[in-house]
């Protein structure tokens, strides 16, 4: 059963850090680039970071230079470091298996971010 299951959001001060887990079961995970999206209510899903196979990045516009993905693929693990966090990066988060530049299958539960004095 493929399972992506994202953890480590929660509630932090503007300016502060926060480090997104995703960890992957059900599939070979070497053979995947992933991404880590996020939402707000009544927006719709936009990249936040996405990571190839052979570990090559891409951020949204918002996140460049405060956010970075990285992957461990003996962990199955992908992570999204958060820095400089403004209210506006407040969303449920969430990863996924890409191809491409696409994502690919179910979305899972996310994590919420809440950045916010």
């Known amino acids: 059963q493929v399972q992506l299951v994202e953890s480590g959001g929660g509630l932090v001060q503007p300016g502060g850090s926060l480090r997104l887990s995703c960890a992957a079961s059900?599939?070979?995970?070497?053979?995947?680039?992933f991404g880590w999206y996020r939402q707000v209510p009544g927006n719709q899903r936009e990249l936040v970071a996405g990571i190839t196979v052979g570990g090559s990045t891409n951020y949204g516009d918002s996140v460049k230079g405060r956010f970075f993905i990285s992957r461990d693929n003996a962990k199955q693990m992908v992570y999204l470091q958060m820095n400089s966090l403004k209210p506006e990066d407040t969303a449920v988060y969430y990863c996924?298996?890409?191809?491409?530049?696409?994502?690919?299958?179910?979305w899972g539960q996310g994590t919420q971010v809440t950045v916010s004095s």
């Open positions: 059900g599939f070979f995970f070497n053979i995947h680039g």
């Open positions: 996924i298996r890409r191809i491409g530049a696409a994502p690919f299958g179910t």
